[in-house]
C-alpha cells in the first residue's frame, strides 16, 4: 500500500489545490447565486423561460455538483497504480515478497478505496461549509449526492481494477473504455422504463425533460443508499473475482 500511495503522490498534491480551488470557487458560487449577478440571471431565467424555482434550484445545484465531484475525480485514476507498477517491472519481482497473492490483490483495493475515502470526506467537509452560505440546497442533500457520486465512481473503480488484471500492463485505456461500456449498458438496462417515456414524450411532440431532470435528482439526493449498497456488491464481487484472475495468471500483480 505504501509503494501504490508513492505512485500517487502527484495525484495527492494535485488533490489539494483542486480542493482549495474547489472551495473558493463554490463559496463565490453560492454568494452570487444569493445576493449577485448568478441571482438577477436566474430571475430572469424564470421570467423569460417559464422556470419554476425547483428549475432553478436543480440548475445551480447541477453547478455545484459539477464542482463537488472534482475532488473524488481528482483520485479517481485507478490505472495509475497499474501503469507505473508495469513501467517499474515490479509486478515480475512481486511473487518472493512474503505476501500473498490475496494480501497483493487487496492492497490494491485498499489503496484505490481509501483514495475515494479521503475525496468523500472532503467533499463532506466541503458541502458542510456551503450549505452555511446557502438555502440552494441543505447539507442532507449535499450528503446524498457526493455519496451518490462516490458510489458510482467506486463502482467505476471496481471495474477498472477487474479489468487491469484482466487484461494486463499495457491495456489500462481498454480497462477504462471496457468499465465505462458496462456501467453505462447497466444503467440504460436499470432505467429502460423511463427512457421509452422520453422517446415516447419526444414522439409526441411535447416532451418534458424537466421532469426527468428533477426525478434524477431526487434520486441522488434521497436514494443514495441505494447505489451505496450496489457499490458494496459490486466492489466485493469485483475483488474475489480479480483474485481469481490474478491466480491464474501470474506476474499481474
Known amino acids: 500500500m505504501i509503494k501504490d500511495l508513492m505512485c500517487l503522490r502527484k495525484q495527492m498534491i494535485l488533490f489539494v489545490y483542486t480542493v482549495a480551488g474547489v472551495l473558493a470557487l463554490s463559496i463565490m458560487f453560492v454568494l452570487s447565486a444569493r445576493f449577485g449577478n448568478i441571482a438577477d440571471a436566474n430571475q430572469t431565467m424564470m421570467i423569460e423561460n417559464n422556470l ?32 507505473m507498477d508495469g513501467k517499474a517491472g515490479f509486478t515480475s519481482i512481486s511473487s518472493i515478497l512474503p505476501l500473498s497473492v490475496n494480501k497483493r490483490v487487496l492492497a490494491k ?90 422517446f415516447s414524450s419526444m414522439e409526441s411532440g411535447s416532451p418534458d425533460f424537466s421532469y426527468f431532470f428533477n426525478d434524477f435528482m431526487n434520486f441522488i439526493k434521497h436514494k443514495y443508499f441505494a447505489l451505496f449498497a450496489v457499490a458494496v456488491i459490486v466492489m466485493a464481487a469485483s475483488y474475489f473475482v480479480s483474485i481469481g484472475i490474478a491466480k491464474r495468471k501470474r506476474g499481474v500483480v
Open 52 to 83: 419554476t424555482d425547483m428549475d432553478i434550484k436543480n440548475l445551480c445545484t447541477t453547478v455545484l455538483i459539477l464542482f463537488m465531484l472534482l475532488p473524488i475525480a481528482m483520485v479517481g485514476d485507478v490505472t495509475t497504480i497499474f501503469r
Open 109 to 198: 483495493y485498499l489503496t484505490v478505496f481509501m483514495m475515494f475515502g479521503i475525496g468523500v470526506i472532503v467533499d463532506i467537509v466541503v458541502s458542510f461549509v456551503l450549505s452555511v452560505f446557502t438555502d440552494i440546497i441543505s447539507f442532507a442533500d449535499f450528503f446524498g449526492i457526493i455519496i451518490s457520486a462516490a458510489s458510482l465512481m467506486c463502482i467505476y473503480g471496481a471495474f477498472v481494477i477487474l479489468f487491469c488484471f484482466l487484461f494486463g500492463y499495457g491495456k489500462e485505456d481498454y480497462a477504462i473504455v471496457v468499465s465505462w461500456a458496462v456501467i453505462i449498458i447497466i444503467a440504460i438496462l436499470a432505467n429502460i422504463k423511463k427512457i421509452k417515456l422520453i
